[in-house]
Every structure is written in structure tokens, then in C-alpha cells.
């Protein structure tokens, strides 16, 4: 099956999607290979713990986060980037509200569906 965006998204044209919990994203771009999204944290949002078999960049555009990959805890901040590892546990909690860029190779076929996303839902406060 073959899926691709737009080629040029327009952000300010397009509405959040709504993830619960204090998380939005918004669709940047993808193919087969790489699927690249937009999201947005509320202070206190968590990312609950999960694992999957892509491979995941992410850059902090804003805000202040506390990752934790395979057991190891570190905070990063605007202008921050995180790498994943296919299949590492990993979570994340917004210490102060901001946005991250993830970035995903293969696509993430389960995002595409219009299923909710398992581990957003839960919000500190």
C-alpha cells in the first residue's frame, strides 16, 4: 500500500488533531520510508512508556522534557535532539509546555489509521 502527503504542508492551514492528555499533532510529511510529525505538549503531558520497531529522531523546538530510553533519564530542551533505537522503551513527561518534531523511519503505519495513539492520554498536574 502506497501513501504519501501532500508535498508541501501548510501548518497554519491545518487543524490539531487531538490526542488527549494534553498532546496535539499535525501530519509534516511522509512516505513508505519516513513519516515526519508535529506535537504539541501541554506542561504535564505524558508520553507514556512504549516501544516500536522504528527508528525515531526527535528535535525539541520548545519547551523542556524529561526522556527516558532504556532505563536512562535526561532532560532536553529547545534546540535538543533525541535518538531512538528500534524497539528501546522510552517515555517522555513535559516538564514546560512546548513542541517536538518526531521524526520516524519506517512510516507509522498505526498513526495513518485514525486509531487513537495508546500511550498519550495521561496528563500530570
Avoid at 530542551?77 to 522510552?90: A, K, Q, R, S
Wanted: charged residues 25%; negative net charge; hydrophobic residues 35%.
Amino acid at each position: 500500500m502506497n501513501r504519501f502527503s501532500e508535498k508541501y504542508i501548510i501548518t497554519k492551514e491545518m487543524e490539531w488533531e487531538d490526542l488527549g492528555g494534553g498532546v496535539s499533532r499535525k501530519f509534516l510529511g511522509y512516505d513508505n520510508q519516513i513519516m515526519m510529525v508535529k506535537v504539541k505538549f501541554e506542561k504535564g503531558a505524558l508520553g507514556s512508556p512504549h516501544q516500536h520497531f522504528h527508528t525515531q529522531a526527535t528535535y525539541v523546538v520548545s519547551g523542556k522534557f524529561e526522556f527516558e530510553i532504556d532505563g536512562v533519564k535526561q532532560i532536553v530542551e529547545g534546540g535538543d535532539g533525541v535518538y531512538i533505537e528500534p524497539n528501546l522503551l522510552h517515555s517522555a513527561v513535559c516538564m514546560e509546555e512546548g513542541m517536538l518534531i518526531d521524526t520516524f523511519s519506517p512510516v507509522r503505519e498505526d498513526f495513518l489509521t485514525g486509531g487513537g495513539v495508546s500511550y498519550f492520554g495521561d496528563k500530570q498536574t
